[in-house]
């Protein structure tokens, strides 16, 4: 088991920045791909970024390519995904998620590769 706590959310203006970070216990965390998503209200959970456990491959949604970077400490247990110019469109629940990985530098942008998630936490965004 892998347990999950995000945080960082909260509300900001449009331009702004937030740096969510996803604190991980329990199983070895260096073996996961680490993965964020975000749901906004009525709309599906969609994939917003995601790194190896190596950290030496990252992958990024074309949505948020150029303003938001994901990284990872592994001496810490923790996942980060720093947002930059964000938009109204950013608004959503954020969930960190993490996922087995026998490769050291392999990427999961799908849900269902994913065992374990956080609860989420809210940015808002507003113009």
């Known amino acids: 088991q892998v347990q999950l706590v995000e945080s960082g959310g909260g509300s900001v203006q449009a331009g702004g920045s937030l740096r969510l970070s996803c604190a991980a216990s329990g199983r070895t965390f260096s073996n996961n791909v680490m993965g964020w998503f975000r749901q906004a209200p009525g709309k599906e959970r969609e994939f917003v970024a995601a790194?190896?456990?190596?950290?030496?491959?990252?992958y990024d949604a074309d949505s948020v390519k150029g303003r938001f970077t994901i990284s990872r400490d592994n001496a810490k247990n923790t996942v980060y995904l720093q947002m930059n110019s964000l938009k109204p469109e950013d608004t959503a629940v954020y969930y960190c998620?993490?996922?087995?990985?026998?490769?050291?530098?392999?990427?999961?942008?799908?849900?269902?590769?994913?065992?374990?998630w956080g609860q989420g936490t809210q940015v808002t965004v507003s113009s």
């Open positions: 790194i190896s456990w190596s950290g030496g491959s990252t």
């Open positions: 998620a993490a996922g087995y990985s026998s490769s050291w530098n392999r990427v999961f942008t799908t849900r269902n590769a994913y065992a374990y």
